[in-house]
């Protein structure tokens, strides 16, 4: 018996359904050419937290040029006088290294805090966040919610949907003019702004008053209601620079794909094996003041204000499913399923930094002195020779009055053998942050003084006997064998 040639083909395996590919997202590249953004309102704990800080801050920020300290503005940064007024302390242009510091400590501030909690700044305290947030709740008092916003701008014109805009634009322009007239009453004041003698008081401002009222009216009403998010995107270098100091242990808001895909609609309570807990309502997208997918991953656009986390939270609570499909968490949390390192060096590189800026700031602040005075010499003849054989140099003292009451300040000389000090001005009296140049002389018999450079102390006291400073110079008695 011959065995056969014949091939005896392979069983043909059995077709299986594929598992499901979980696709890893990947954030999109930013359009510049995106239409308008119409959110959706969304209530919740974050979006709480985020009305009560911002709607804080823009309250402050509206009444602080009404607060008043010992009868005058308690804030005031008088730019053209160069003085700034903050709660009866004066800073002059000598005086502003001490805004260095403080402009330090708020950027070395903001980087430790972003390092931690990610862009929280920008989604719950930037002006820009809280000016696009109330010109857009503007826009839903005004048509509806996000459809019907959205059928209204698909809309032809006609006069009804000319009269709605121009409600909202007036509106905004109230909003844009009160914003106005809050930064020029912090540059002016508000005597001058609003009680000036004049009916009604915008009759008594000068040109200037008008044209920066006018621009930063225009300003405030465009941006914030037509530039929107494209200023968070595409403009605002925090956004880009975040990436540098983010690591695996900031706090960023992200979708869970693990758990959430692959995505897909289905019923409450109904089986979904080959499902996520995503149900695709795109719930995030429509709350998204941006109107970023989330999904998508971190993306530059993202302002983190936690919408879309209350949002999906609420969906979930709808079908059922545990919250944290979108969640404030970290890297190293989602990725490594590890916990979080709260303390690493780059915090304590911070914390030391921040620290110390304080605490140099804290000095300069204290020592800075609420009377202030210089000499100058008298450049033009050092000095000179009277006809009674003295000799005689002639200095600039100038003092700074820099309380916030009226002094009255003498000058003296400190005992030196053989000078006396000669001055017009007995005593002179200064206004609340005036300064005051006062020309003196200081007279030497060359029998007692040395030839050269003697050291001479001039004191300003003031009549009451609360403020005194003084400042060094020298007496100049040239040799007699000079040429």
Not at 99 to 125: D, E, H, K, S
Not at 313 to 322: A, F, L, T
Request: glycine share 6%; with cysteine; aromatic share 12%.
């Amino acid at each position: 018996m011959s065995e056969s040639n014949e091939k005896i083909p392979p069983e043909t395996p059995k077709k299986t359904k594929p598992e499901p590919v979980k696709k890893i997202p990947i954030a999109p590249v930013p359009d510049a050419t995106k239409k308008r953004i119409h959110p959706r309102f969304v209530k919740g704990k974050y979006q709480n937290i985020r009305l009560v800080t911002m709607y804080a801050i823009l309250v402050g920020f509206l009444v602080m040029p009404w607060f008043r300290w010992n009868g005058h503005q308690a804030i005031l940064f008088d730019v053209m006088s160069a003085r700034f007024y903050i709660f009866g302390a004066t800073f002059m242009p000598q005086d502003f290294y001490f805004f260095a510091f403080c402009f330090m400590i708020a950027a070395m501030l903001l980087f430790m805090v972003t390092v931690y909690a990610g862009r929280v700044w920008c989604g719950y305290a930037c002006p820009q966040t809280i000016y696009v947030h109330l010109y857009q709740h503007v826009e839903k008092w005004v048509l509806g919610e996000r459809n019907k916003r959205m059928k209204f701008e698909k809309e032809p014109m006609s006069g009804k949907k000319l009269a709605k805009k121009a409600l909202i634009h007036f509106i905004w322009g109230i909003f844009s003019a009160i914003t106005a007239l809050t930064f020029i009453a912090l540059v002016v004041g508000t005597d001058y702004l609003f009680f000036n003698g004049s009916t009604p008081f915008f009759m008594g401002w000068g040109k200037m008053t008008w044209v920066f009222f006018g621009i930063i009216t225009f300003v405030t009403h465009m941006n914030a209601g037509y530039m929107r998010e494209h200023m968070c995107v595409h403009i605002c270098p925090y956004g880009r620079f975040q990436s540098v100091m983010f690591d695996k242990d900031t706090l960023i808001i992200s979708y869970d794909y693990e758990r959430g895909e692959p995505r897909g609609a289905r019923r409450k309570n109904a089986e979904h094996s080959n499902l996520g807990d995503c149900v695709d309502c795109t719930m995030c997208v429509q709350v998204c003041p941006t109107g970023i997918d989330i999904r998508n991953g971190l993306q530059v656009e993202c302002i983190q204000c936690a919408a879309c986390v209350d949002a999906c939270n609420e969906i979930m609570d709808k079908v059922g499913y545990s919250r944290g499909l979108i969640r404030y968490t970290t890297e190293r949390q989602l990725v490594e399923k590890k916990k979080a390192k709260l303390l690493s060096f780059r915090i304590f590189a911070y914390i030391f930094v921040l620290s110390a800026l304080i605490i140099v700031a804290t000095l300069v602040g204290l020592g800075r002195k609420p009377l202030e005075m210089e000499i100058r010499h008298e450049r033009k003849q050092l000095s000179m020779k009277s006809r009674d054989g003295m000799v005689e140099n002639s200095y600039v003292v100038k003092i700074i009055n820099k309380t916030d009451q009226k002094q009255t300040y003498k000058v003296k000389l400190e005992d030196v053998e053989g000078l006396t000090l000669r001055s017009r001005f007995k005593e002179i009296s200064l206004n609340a942050n005036e300064p005051y140049n006062i020309p003196v002389s200081i007279v030497g018999d060359p029998k007692v003084i040395k030839e050269g450079h003697t050291p001479v102390t001039i004191t300003v006291y003031s009549t009451n006997g609360q403020y005194s400073t003084s400042a060094e110079d020298v007496f100049i008695l040239e040799s007699k064998n000079k040429k």
